[in-house]
T-cell receptor
Framework: ETGVTQTPRHLVMGMTNKKSLKCEQHLGHNAMYWYKQSAKKPLELMFV???????ENNSVPSRFSPECPNSSHLFLHLHTLQPEDSALYLC??????????????FGQGTRLTVV | DAKTTQPPSMDCAEGRAANLPCNHSTISGNEYVYWYRQIHSQGPQYIIHGLKNNETNEMASLIITEDRKSSTLILPHATLRDTAVYYCIVETNFGNEKLTFGTGTRLTIIP
């Protein structure tokens, strides 16, 4: 248990569906992240939020839409996905002050399958 | 551009020390060395990090060469639960920066 909780753990969705992934942390962290991990590929950073503001968007297609309503919650809204978007989606959080080095805590991930 | 180079895979006998190397020859003065591991289908787990001094915690030891161009993660008494992909990452910090994961080293602990 890392203190970062992702739901659902598994999700199967059709290409025309709309779904959302949820991430929650109560570690008092100020920064939250979405990563994508496709089969046999390294983790790819998608989005970074610091103090609820998006500070990084790594050229992610618009069919992925993040939302950070407060420092404890992060969502990834999905719509009209493609089969190649099937992957493990990981959320992470960190202290995010930028003043000292601190580790990131990752959730268990959501295994997404697009059919 | 990859900041680190790691062997793709390694084996280690259970109970022995596992020594995982990492080359980071272009590391700059304000960049730290981080190690994470990822057990199959789980999220990555932080292990240890350091700047220039050797570091030790309850999980592992980190040895950084004097010129900081390479480092070694040491798991002193490997168990089967240590089988995972180990990532060596070089970053300034993880405040508002990001961790860039490479392909890591797949460590297999042999019974």
């Amino acid at each position: 248990e890392t203190g970062v909780t992702q739901t659902p753990r598994h999700l199967v969705m059709g290409m025309t569906n709309k779904k959302s992934l949820k991430c929650e942390q109560h570690l008092g962290h100020n920064a939250m992240y979405w990563y994508k991990q496709s089969a046999k590929k390294p983790l790819e950073l998608m989005f970074v939020y610091s103090l609820e503001e998006r500070v990084e968007n790594n050229s992610v297609p618009s069919r992925f839409s993040p939302e950070c309503p407060n420092s404890s919650h992060l969502f990834l809204h999905l719509h009209t996905l493609q089969p190649e978007d099937s992957a493990l989606y990981l959320c992470a959080s960190s202290q995010g002050t930028g003043l000292e080095n601190t580790e990131a805590f990752f959730g268990q991930g959501t295994r997404l399958t697009v059919v | 551009d990859a900041k680190t180079t790691q062997p793709p895979s390694m084996d280690c006998a259970e109970g022995r020390a596992a020594n995982l190397p990492c080359n980071h020859s272009t590391i700059s003065g304000n960049e730290y060395v981080y190690w994470y591991r990822q057990i199959h289908s789980q999220g990555p787990q932080y292990i240890i990090h350091g700047l220039k001094n050797n570091e030790t915690n309850e999980m592992a030891s980190l040895i950084i060469t004097e010129d900081r161009k390479s480092s070694t993660l040491i798991l002193p008494h490997a168990t089967l639960r240590d089988t995972a992909v180990y990532y060596c990452i070089v970053e300034t910090n993880f405040g508002n920066e990001k961790l860039t994961f490479g392909t890591g080293t797949r460590l297999t602990i042999i019974p």
